[in-house]
């Protein structure tokens, strides 16, 4: 490992100018890797410690944590993005992370008002409303219906929009952490609106539900009959095992590919009404006021967007020139991811990166780029493309469309400015 | 919720006779457990407590762990299983979770020597033997590779070992928990033996690779080069994060849809090999003795095989008759499963299950049959099917062709007995 090898190194260089990181080329630049290791000499004869005693028993924890020495993989919140943490965010620590399931234990979450503590004996399901008849749910009832499982994305509309105002968090963790993708299991929404019945609400066309929490800020949210309707779920479980208390336990709706804070925690109520109720999360929070002072609003589902989640700030080149992985996470909210494209210089040329499996709707997708590094400095940004044909756009882009008054929905393509030394940094370029 | 509303219970029961559980069935089946609710008037007007105060904030701790009220889903060892908990087991509470990841806190473990604390910085894993030029790779040197992801299930050969003799353990945590199925990130071990070169090891037809860990025991295994350079992966993460350390931080080998003990935690050397090794993992352990005495060898795959998760002993009916869901998982280490049938009289008659998802290769499916119980006991059974034609034999099938010595491998049909009372038992059935 520990002599340079040009006779390896150079097919790599070669297959990486070709443009072929994929399968064959990355044989070809693994080559190079050999070149750079730092282990010991190849023949390790030596007894390890590790050989020499008994490790801990299967009784050391009754439910694991992670090893200490990935005490910094965890979820944070910035000091002073909010007044107090009980109505703040913590992110997902994504540039640590690879796959796409994201961990409970580090998972993203926000609180209006704080995370509540509520006992599955003591969680009701209220539907009421234009409905035939009224009903509560207890927790006991909700496990009896027909279940689903399906495995999508959670993000905040904020995500990203200290970006609008320019380069600002240093890290893929703060810029789009707000982020995370489980697997969910519950009953869909339309079986219990069914059950409480929908023939006196009449046509559905125009229909809405209100739904809220049972938290103090209720965050109350209007959503259209037709997505209700659609492929909401009211969930019980994330990846396997019971959600968790910050993550709504017992019950959370989701809201597949629409923005996170319609995914009400601790749902409490369901109404079926004849307009949208024009809460406060819909009206003064989460809409976006544009150049000329007036808001969109309705802007529910989450374009497409991607971010390369290392290299970036907070995961640096630890290494010399020679092979190497470029990954990050795309997604949707309109549906698959078809592909990724990845840029090196700014935007000037670009390459299409490997999807480490085909797109699954409103799901995270993990693409990787394997590339030779030359040891020069990056400008390094990716760019998703959704089943719709939709494609992510340039800063410059939404800019122009959208002013620079909003706080959500920025989806624009992120910039990594990867230096000599391996280390990156959030920018902006022209 | 609190009356009983036999117009909607009606028709639940004429579906269920007709046995369309699925789909519109289901939304029939559905109209019962109304009138099975606990809770309260229907019109809840009183202030919940949980809204009139705050809750936590999001400093409350940096990586989450499950709510208060669910620390009876933890793993578990059995203590007169084994000697000391340094050389055991811990079951996954495969019982109380839902969907198909298992997360790497609640996940199955066996150790042979313990669990190791290794730090990335002092891992090494040696490739030697038949190559063209032997290599040592650090940590660093791996993440410089191509990656893959896949979702697949670990299934220890001992798994349902103990009910060779009978009904035995009285749960499904016990008698199927040595399973779990995680996202893997890792390197195709492929792209590191080719790396190393196998130029020299000649026809590679009748070569083998022999794996081992960095612990005591090393729990050393041969693989046929066929499986090495098909679908091997070294992992370095499991459902996005790192491995934990009772996983094999920060390394371990992924052997899709064969036995456990082959995916090698604390992954320290991979030889190739001109014959097996023929260890004391693969000799004296995970053979299979036959009624005359004679063993079976080199039985790696895991074959096809389910079972109810709920109801289950540790998962009983808590309700009255009515509409309600039979669960489980069912896995094939030959592929894809393609269908589930249950039976709730025995095996005298069979329902078609619904999978959650199409089924993934090597890798768990969810099942679901919604019901409406009559009340009255039943003996609850599921039967797997995979995508090579396999049927999931009953255990007299299967102690027909291997007698009764045997420890490992058994995929037979479980049984479980759930009472009037909703209780569920571990039984056996002629």
């Not at 070149?35 to 590790?50: H, Y």
């Not at 299967?58 to 993005?81: F, K, S």
């Not at 409490?268 to 949208?276: F, G, K, S, W, Y």
């Not at 630890?318 to 470029?326: D, L």
Request: proline share 4%; hydrophobic share 40%; net charge negative.
């Amino acid at each position: 490992m520990s002599d340079k090898d040009d006779t390896v190194t150079t097919p790599s260089r070669r297959a990486f100018l070709q443009g072929s990181a994929a399968a064959g080329g990355a044989l070809m630049a693994a080559g190079a890797a050999r070149a750079q290791g730092q282990g010991p000499d190849p023949l390790i004869t030596e007894v390890q410690d590790w050989a020499s005693g008994l490790g801990d028993g299967v009784d050391a924890t009754p439910y694991g944590l992670p090893i200490e020495y990935e005490d910094d993989v965890v979820r944070r919140n910035v000091e002073w993005l909010t007044a107090d943490t009980i109505s703040s965010i913590n992110f997902t620590p994504i540039h640590a992370l690879d796959g796409t399931i994201t961990p409970q234990g580090c998972a993203f979450e926000r609180h209006h008002s704080g995370a509540i503590n509520m006992r599955k004996e003591d969680f009701r399901l209220m539907i009421n409303g234009l409905v035939d008849r009224p009903l509560v749910f207890s927790y006991a009832d909700l496990e009896r219906f027909p279940r689903e499982n399906h495995t999508y994305f959670l993000e905040c509309a904020a995500n990203t929009g200290m970006e609008w105002a320019g380069a600002q968090l240093n890290g893929a963790q703060f810029t789009h952490g707000m982020i995370h993708n489980m697997e969910y299991t519950g009953v869909s929404l339309r079986v219990l609106l069914e059950e409480a019945g929908l023939s006196a609400a009449g046509d559905l066309a125009d229909k809405w539900v209100y739904v809220e929490g049972a938290d103090a800020s209720s965050n109350g949210r209007s959503i259209p009959m037709e997505k209700a309707l659609d492929d909401v779920i009211v969930a019980f479980k994330a990846n396997g095992e019971a959600l968790r208390m910050e993550h709504g336990y017992p019950v959370r709706l989701v809201v597949p590919g629409w923005e996170g804070n319609m995914w009400v925690k601790w749902l409490r109520r369901i109404e079926v009404t004849d307009q949208a109720i024009e809460s406060r999360e819909e009206t003064s929070k989460y809409t976006d006021t544009l150049a000329d002072g007036t808001s969109r609003k309705w802007t529910w589902v989450m374009d497409a967007k991607s971010v390369v989640t290392s290299p970036s700030p907070q995961s640096p080149i630890t290494h010399g020139p020679g092979p190497m992985v470029i990954t990050g996470l795309a997604w949707s909210g309109r549906g698959a991811i078809t592909g990724v494209d990845v840029t090196l210089d700014g935007g000037v040329t670009w390459q299409k990166a490997r999807l480490a499996k085909p797109g699954e709707k409103m799901a995270l997708s993990r693409f990787y780029l394997d590339i030779d590094w030359d040891g020069s400095e990056m400008l390094v940004q990716s760019r998703a493309h959704d089943e719709t044909g939709y494609v992510q756009p340039t800063k410059a882009q939404l800019r122009e469309v959208r002013g620079l008054n909003s706080i959500y929905h920025n989806n624009c393509i992120q910039t990594w400015h990867v230096k000599e030394s391996g280390e990156a940094e959030n920018v902006e370029i022209s």
